[in-house]
């Protein structure tokens, strides 16, 4: 089992940044495919980015191809999202999740955090 904590959420101008940590609980962490999705008020929630559990692969969706960048430090049990050049419509809960499978799907992904708020103004 694996239990994930969220963090780093808050409020930002537009082109700002801001560095999201997802800490995870338990020995298996490094075994995970990890991926960071969110969702914003009144629409369902979407694939942000991913990493395998090695950290050696990841995939981004286009809308931040070239602003967000997905990391992860097994020694630590940590995954990282850095959100550069933020726009409003980067507003949403972010949600951190572990899963076996490296997907872009949210039903492929077995734990998933309680969420942090990122609200982008203009």
């Known amino acids: 089992q694996v239990q994930l904590t969220e963090s780093g959420g808050g409020l930002v101008q537009a082109g700002g940044s801001l560095r999201l940590s997802c800490a995870a609980s338990?020995?298996?962490?490094?075994?995970?495919?990890m991926g960071w999705f969110r969702q914003a008020p009144g629409k369902e929630r979407e694939f942000v980015a991913t990493?395998?559990?090695?950290?050696?692969?990841?995939y981004s969706a286009d809308s931040v191809k070239g602003r967000f960048t997905i990391s992860r430090d097994n020694a630590k049990n940590m995954v990282y999202l850095q959100m550069n050049s933020l726009q409003p419509e980067d507003t949403a809960v972010y949600y951190c999740?572990?899963?076996?499978?490296?997907?872009?799907?949210?039903?492929?992904?077995?734990?998933w955090g309680m969420g942090t708020q990122v609200t982008v103004s203009s």
């Open positions: 990493i395998t559990w090695s950290g050696k692969n990841t």
């Open positions: 999740a572990a899963g076996v499978q490296w997907s872009v799907e949210t039903r492929s992904y077995v734990y």
């Open positions: 338990g020995r298996t962490f490094s075994s995970y495919n």
